[in-house]
């Protein structure tokens, strides 16, 4: 082999390694699964062909650029040894794989392989790298990863599902997506968490409610879709209850038994965590705390009630008290179709809208309270965009749950934002699958 074949394959494999860096947003401590046919890169026989140069001038590409970016390299054997993952023993031992007794040689195991046991400082052979797909499909966009068996998110995409107004089926935009994302995963997948929109049937893993005009999306067999396409085993399940069990098992409230989540948006979701088991219900439909009522003469909600705790306490409540104040948008000059969230806090230096935040707060404080003398969780997690403003919002509320719990109920109790953001619901689905398969 040349010296120029040998540096054109080390810029080609360093050029590939830093795009999908770029893509898949690893962060330091990740790892980074690379499996690689040296008898293909020289032209030759897969299995046949085994050449440790051409390993030599990939790793000589890949190894620098993760070592840099702090990311473990892992190497996957050939089908000689299973397709074993050669990797540090302390990234193995910080992620819980186990050890298995094998050392690759070119021709049982591959070069590749061969070439990263001689270069890393103290190499070991796990058996495999196991993962789940996780898919958390919301009302305008669907976010689907590759998530290890430690929370960590090894790749993840996210496509709009309302891109056409729903004429393309939302089911249709997941499973392509789906697909692309399965096909890229440097890892095995045994199974799919589908955290979803709605109320979930999860025995059958059926959409049987939604809040709003999502297309067809009503009675979507999301279950039934994906296993017939994928040929894997699958887990459907109502997003705010995927974020409360994401956070119980991978964000701020692990290694806690008693948790309400509650997610603070356009409406209101949530999920009660109780004696470490997540409550479903008959169906798997538990946990609508959005629609739990604290004013039987309130405000009319789509879902045919009155006094729903989304009418009140929601990001979409706090808009309408702004829009339907004409006297204030105009104090502030603000048109009505610009109203939201950051655009309300960003004025909270004048008195009338500091004063109908607080009231809005109220409101959802009272709403958590009612929760917290029902199931007496040892934290109450908060959810949503609008819990990253500590100051203005999580502060005020947390205040206003404690002074107004009963003293046994408020005691030793946590009132915190949640941890996890956005990968909340894929996290989730992921747990979910976990305890189930």
């Not at 090894?154 to 935009?173: C, N, P, Q």
Request: proline fraction near 3%; charge should be negative; glycine fraction near 12%.
């Amino acid at each position: 082999m040349t010296d120029a074949f040998k540096q054109q394959i080390q810029a080609e494999a360093r050029q590939a390694v830093e795009e999908l860096l770029e893509q898949a947003k690893l962060k330091k401590g990740d790892v980074f699964v690379v499996g690689c046919s040296s008898s293909e890169i020289v032209g030759g026989h897969i299995g046949k062909d085994s050449s440790l140069e051409a390993a030599q001038a990939v790793y000589a590409g890949i190894a620098p650029v993760l070592a840099e970016n702090g990311i473990w390299l892992a190497a996957q054997c050939c089908e000689h040894l299973n397709r074993a993952i050669i990797i540090e023993r302390e990234a193995a031992e910080k992620y819980g794989w186990e050890e298995v007794c094998v050392v690759p040689r070119p021709h049982a195991g591959g070069s590749w392989a061969t070439t990263c046991w001689k270069k890393f400082r103290e190499p070991v052979a796990v058996e495999e790298i196991r993962a789940h797909a996780g898919i958390d499909i919301g009302g305008t966009a669907v976010k689907i990863g590759v998530v290890d068996e430690n929370g960590k998110v090894l790749l993840s995409e996210t496509r709009s599902v309302s891109f056409d107004g729903y004429k393309t089926s939302i089911m249709t935009t997941v499973a392509n997506l789906a697909g692309e994302v399965l096909e890229k995963s440097p890892v095995k997948i045994e199974g799919i968490g589908v955290s979803a929109t709605g109320q979930i049937d999860v025995n059958s893993g059926t959409v049987i409610g939604v809040g709003a005009q999502l297309g067809d999306w009503l009675g979507s067999p999301v279950k039934k879709i994906l296993e017939d396409r994928f040929h894997l085993p699958v887990t459907v399940i109502n997003d705010a209850n995927a974020a409360a069990l994401g956070e119980q098992t991978f964000g701020r409230a692990k290694g806690k038994e008693n948790v309400l989540v509650v997610t603070v948006g356009t409406g209101i979701g949530g999920g009660i965590i109780e004696n470490g088991r997540l409550i479903q219900g008959r169906r798997g439909i538990g946990g609508e705390i959005g629609h739990y009522i604290i004013n039987f003469d309130g405000v009319e909600c789509p879902c045919g009630n009155r006094g729903c705790f989304e009418r009140y306490g929601s990001t979409g409540a706090l808009v309408r008290r702004f829009t339907e104040n004409v006297a204030l948008l105009e104090k502030l000059g603000v048109p009505a179709e610009d109203v939201n969230g950051k655009v309300i806090f960003d004025h909270l230096d004048d008195a009338d809208v500091s004063a109908t935040v607080n009231s809005w707060i109220d409101s959802i404080a009272f709403g958590i309270i009612g929760l917290v003398h029902i199931f007496n969780p040892e934290m109450v997690l908060i959810g949503g965009g609008i819990s990253r403003e500590d100051e203005h919002f999580i502060r005020p509320l947390r205040e206003k749950i404690l002074n107004g719990a009963m003293e046994q109920f408020a005691k030793d109790l946590e009132v915190e934002a949640a941890a996890l953001g956005n990968n909340a619901g894929l996290l989730g689905a992921c747990a979910y699958f976990r305890q189930n398969f």
